[in-house]
């Protein structure tokens, strides 16, 4: 897995974050690790974006952020509104594989969910992906509505013939609601993928030798973690999926 695609099922579910524990764990297993930013919105030229954000975060990473537009919209939009160039998703796949020569793992960040448009032709990250032939990681929230977004993604990388890697819960409360303990079981079967982690609520906040000491007791050995799926309460998703 030199490549991994992190995507959310919408925004504000921590993906940057999420992409920060993958990191940290990566690096405390001794792998060398990459992260790409493919647009960055709503953040000014002088301002730290998300991969800078990982890099804080997680430690000794090769950022790289291919685009930056001022406005907190879509890239496209964003793009078309600034007057600058648009990313493709070819441009993605090119910069994450030349990035994959040179690391052990590189993490291909994308911009809200997997759907959101890159370009005017209607480029999305789903489409480096396949450029890319990598697994989609699946950043989503706990709570109510969760199973339908989740679902939803899971869906749109099945018809694309792409690998699910699995879904980590970006912000798991410290007082779950009846809603997020259900979903413990219910968002393996509606993913058809395992369950890989979920990060304490306010982790982002975390003074960074702390975040890198935890990381990986959120994340599944999958992701180079120590967490516990059963242990937490989930189970396994049904075989084949969906």
């Not at 982790?203 to 000491?213: K, N, Q, V, Y």
Request: hydrophobic letters at 45%; a negative charge.
């Amino acid at each position: 897995m030199p490549v991994l695609v992190i995507t959310g099922t919408g925004t504000e579910v921590g993906k940057t974050v999420a992409t920060a524990a993958v990191a940290a764990a990566a690096l405390a297993a001794g792998r060398t690790v990459a992260v790409l930013k493919a647009a960055q919105t709503g953040v000014r030229p002088d301002e730290p974006g998300d991969a800078d954000e990982v890099a804080r975060l997680a430690g000794a990473v090769t950022k790289a952020e291919l685009a930056r537009y001022p406005e907190p919209l879509a890239p496209a939009t964003a793009a078309r509104r600034a007057g600058l160039k648009p990313v493709h998703p070819h441009e993605i796949a090119e910069a994450a594989a030349k990035l994959a020569t040179e690391h052990d793992l590189v993490l291909v960040e994308g911009a809200g969910g997997l759907l959101v448009r890159f370009d005017h032709e209607g480029g999305t990250l789903a489409h480096a992906a396949e450029l890319l032939r990598a697994p989609v990681l699946v950043v989503a929230s706990a709570g109510l509505g969760t199973l339908n977004t989740t679902e939803l993604t899971a869906g749109e990388l099945r018809r694309r013939k792409l690998e699910l890697a699995g879904v980590v819960i970006g912000s798991w409360p410290d007082s779950p609601d009846l809603a997020s303990r259900c979903n413990l079981a219910d968002l393996p079967d509606v993913a058809g993928a395992p369950l890989l982690g979920a990060l304490p609520v306010g982790t982002g906040r975390l003074a960074p030798a702390d975040f890198r000491a935890a990381a990986p007791g959120w994340l599944a050995p999958r992701l180079d973690g120590t967490w516990d799926a059963e242990e937490f309460g989930v189970r396994e998703a049904p075989p084949g999926g969906l």
